[in-house]
């Protein structure tokens, strides 16, 4: 055997037993390729020079203003989970869904829908389903398996539905893959693929899935009445009440998602209005004075954009400089103004409950991702250094089928380390591997990138290691046993193997939006 497979092949074994002993998975990525190069170099089969190459990718991370969006998006929802306007927005449709039995199934899955589009934090999703509407669901009449699998379920559509954090990450390593793979190609000057491209591109497909698991609920649950009757636990809720509820955050979401479709930001500066608009929304809730300084707020912003858009207000420049014109002081003045106001806002928000938490659960997901992604890169360095680049290219061009061979056994090995590992270390494991080799082909980068996309959601279900699974855990009551929890889930898991199957089939579902966005 090839001392350079024979190396991979142990290199492959230590990662998995590193990340299966239970030490941190930031320590396996990272420490047992170090180990295992620096085993090898001492047989003289690694050169180490390829280790300093660590602190210019270290430094690329830590500058790359796309990450940047990672930890925004993360505190926007956190922001909104603390201030439990996620929760206000899940009881006022479910009881203005209510009634029924698929009603309030397909209550779940809308509001699962929009808390996916504002907060994309599957943990906290997961738990505030469990804990809310669980014990309705069975109230209900509804099963332990329909409820357990659907809330599991609806939990993970933050994963694919836009603005998500794999979606972001995966834009990251997609467009470098595909840069890499036009330079070989010898095409210096590749159009770019943006995370906006991405967005949109999942947006049809992440619909599809909603569809499908309301189309579900629907069928298995049609025609049966609920087991209760109103009552205060199922309250009725008005309409006003409603659009309270649901008004502010689908704002937030239009406003965030359609400001990157639209190409008036750019992701993360998206992420920054986001924040700003998820701070005005959670402090809304804090009493009278409170909720008039952050509709005061929310005024002057939208004004300002619109007359910014409009080309009636902003600064005025004269050579190269600005010019201190009326129109400019009156910009430079509102953008003042609506500084205070947002600094008023920050300050009405409890800060132990709400923007305390939030922060601090921000670092500690952040330093999670950010840590995986450098680890990751050290993974990537040491697999280069045993000539895996090359080896991986010649098993996938060596495949029967040309690119689209190749594109079954990524999604292949993708599903089933979706078993064992979570979607930050697949997404800069595998992409920097395979992505340059696939992308040299015909396929577009968008359509490779959505399929990875769904691919990871099912990683989030697939037992035993599905974290979907375990955080229901968590919740559920003893009546429901993990076995139980691991049988829900698989009428879903064949829903969403079922979308891959057919986004795979129609790569318009997935190429359309973007080309007609953006092209």
Known sequence: MNPDLLWLVVLALAVFAGILSGVPVLLAIAGAPTLVALIAASAGQFDLGYFQAVPQRVFGVMTNPLLLA?????????????????????????????????????????????IAASTGIIGATIVMLGTITLPVLLKAGINKHM??????????????????????LLG???????????????????????????????????LLLVVLYSGYV??????????????ADTPQSSLSELLKNIAP???????????????????????????????????????????????????????????????????????????????????????????ALLAAVVMALPRRNVLGSALSETVIITGMIFGIVIAASILS????????????????QSLPGGAYGMLLLTMLVIFLLGFILEFVEIIFIVVPIVGPIILQTDISPVWFAVLIALNLQTSFLTPPFGFALF????????????????????????LQLFALALVATVPALATWLPDVLFK
């Open 249 to 339: 955050t689908l704002g937030l979401i239009i406003a965030v998602l359609g400001s990157i479709l639209i190409g008036v930001a750019t992701p993360t500066e998206a992420a920054g209005v986001g924040v700003a608009g998820a701070l005005v929304i959670a402090t809304a809730g804090q009493g009278a004075r409170a909720f008039w300084t952050a509709c005061a707020c929310a005024v002057l912003a939208v004004s300002l954009l619109i007359l910014r858009q409009s080309g009636l207000f902003g600064l005025e420049f004269a050579g190269g400089k600005i010019a201190w014109t009326l129109p400019t002081l009156a910009a430079v003045g509102a953008v003042v103004v609506l500084g």
């Open 381 to 396: 360095l040491v697999f280069r250094g045993f000539n895996g680049d090359e080896h991986v290219s010649e098993l996938l």
């Open 172 to 206: 990251d390593q997609i467009s470098n893959a595909y840069f890499e793979a036009q330079q070989e190609a010898g095409n210096f000057a590749p159009d770019p693929v943006t995370v906006g491209d991405l967005f949109a591109g999942a947006l049809l497909p992440g």
């Open 147 to 168: 409820s357990s699998g659907l809330i599991c379920a609806s939990g993970t559509l933050g994963q694919i539905i836009p603005p998500s954090i794999v979606l972001i």
């Open 218 to 231: 629907v069928f298995n649950l049609r025609g049966r009445a609920s087991e209760t009757e109103e009552s």
């Open 471 to 494: 955080y229901f855990r968590s919740v559920a009551p003893d009546t429901i046993r993990t076995r139980d929890i691991y049988v829900s889930v698989l009428p879903f898991v064949g």
């Open 70 to 114: 990672v930890p925004l998006f993360v505190l926007m929802g956190l922001l909104l989970e603390k201030s439990q306007q996620a929760e206000k927005m899940l009881k006022s449709l479910t009881a203005a869904l209510g009634g029924n039995q698929s009603a309030l199934a397909l209550a779940v899955v809308l509001v699962s829908a929009l």
